[in-house]
């Protein structure tokens, strides 16, 4: 069964702290890995796509990277404006369709 | 702004009750994505429509079910509606394996 686990679950940071966003997957085959963000209120806004083991994405303060197992969001000297839930997601080439499977989240929050 | 537009954003109605949610997807995508967001589940996927056409199923539930029409817009209908269906209802557009964009979602509390 295809699986995503977020960790940790919440993240408190000072501004300017450095820190990593972890996200463990099971898929029987990989079509896909996406990162989103999600604000109060609002839908998840789509941030990255990984297709294959070792590829890495960047925007702004994020940088996402791929294993075959997981994949990681760095973010780099946060700001008060990247509090937000940061959502994974995957898909599963040998599912029907093109549904996302996603993790639970990480709730980050930034302090000045 | 994702370009996927939901109503109404909030509904408010009782057990027993059925209620239709509404989708209209970004220009040009042909699959519809409808996910349940709990606080405790997270986002499930419930179902999936591409082109008019059901392409997928997720744990949707026997007493909800779901239409995409040839304008591509969708509906999400629930019916006998229970307590524990209380949820964000969340629609996205979106073709093949590019990523889905969503919209800004239903509220739905059953009293």
């Known amino acids: 069964e295809d699986q995503v686990t977020q960790s940790p679950e919440a993240l408190r940071l000072q501004e300017g702290e450095s820190s990593s966003l972890n996200c463990s997957y099971t898929?029987?085959?990989?079509?896909?890995l996406f990162w989103y963000r999600q604000d109060p209120g609002k839908g998840p806004e789509f941030l990255f796509t990984?297709?294959?083991a070792g590829e890495e994405k960047e925007k702004e303060r994020l940088k996402a990277t791929l294993t075959k197992k997981e994949s990681f969001l760095h973010i780099t000297a946060p700001k008060p404006e990247d509090s937000a839930t940061y959502l994974c997601?995957?898909?599963?080439?040998?599912?029907?369709?093109?549904?996302?499977?996603f993790g639970k989240g990480t709730t980050l929050s930034v302090s000045s | 702004d994702s370009g996927v537009t939901q109503t109404p954003k909030h509904l408010i109605t009782a057990t027993g009750q059925r209620v239709t949610l509404r989708c209209s997807p970004r220009?040009?995508?042909?699959?519809v994505y409808w996910y349940q967001q709990s606080l405790d589940q997270g986002l499930q996927f419930l179902i999936q429509?591409?082109?008019?056409?059901?392409?997928a199923k997720g744990n949707i539930l026997e007493r909800f079910s779901a239409q995409q029409f040839p304008d591509l817009h969708s509906e999400l209908n629930l019916s006998s509606l229970e307590l524990g269906d209380s949820a964000l209802y969340f629609c996205a557009s979106g073709m093949g394996g590019e990523p889905q964009h969503f919209g800004d979602g239903t509220r739905l509390s059953i009293l």
């Open positions: 898929v029987s085959g990989l079509r896909g």
């Open positions: 990984l297709y294959s």
């Open positions: 220009s040009g995508d042909l699959s």
């Open positions: 997601a995957v898909q599963d080439i040998n599912q029907a369709g093109t549904a996302l499977i």
């Open positions: 429509y591409y082109n008019g056409e059901e392409r």
